[in-house]
Nanobody, 123 residues
């Protein structure tokens, strides 16, 4: 069982930055692929970024590529999502997730989820 807790969301103006944190209940990063997803009310949850357990490499949705960076700190059991040049369309609830398999960018493949953190970008 993996418990995930997100933090770091908030209100920011367009063009600003935020860093989201996801703390895990155990040292799971070597055994799990970690992902960030986001959801707007009335829409499906969508992929944002992941770190693969197999390669340690990262992958990003086209909409955030070049602006968002995902990283991890194994010593702190934490993954991060650094979000720069934020746009109003980035407004959503952001979720951290974990899966025991490898690279996969669809929410259905992730068994463990945090409670989410709200990110609001004003224009």
């Amino acid at each position: 069982q993996v418990q995930l807790v997100e933090s770091g969301g908030g209100l920011v103006q367009a063009g600003g930055s935020l860093r989201l944190n996801c703390a895990a209940s155990r040292r799971t990063f070597s055994a799990y692929t970690m992902g960030w997803f986001r959801q707007v009310p009335g829409k499906e949850r969508e992929f944002v970024a992941l770190i693969s357990k197999d390669t340690g490499g990262t992958a990003y949705a086209d909409s955030v590529k070049g602006r968002f960076t995902m990283s991890k700190d194994n010593a702190k059991n934490t993954v991060y999502l650094q979000m720069n040049s934020l746009k109003p369309e980035d407004t959503a609830i952001y979720y951290c997730a974990a899966r025991s398999g490898g690279y996969y960018s669809y929410p259905s493949g992730y068994a463990y989820w945090g409670q989410g953190t709200q990110v609001t970008v004003s224009s």
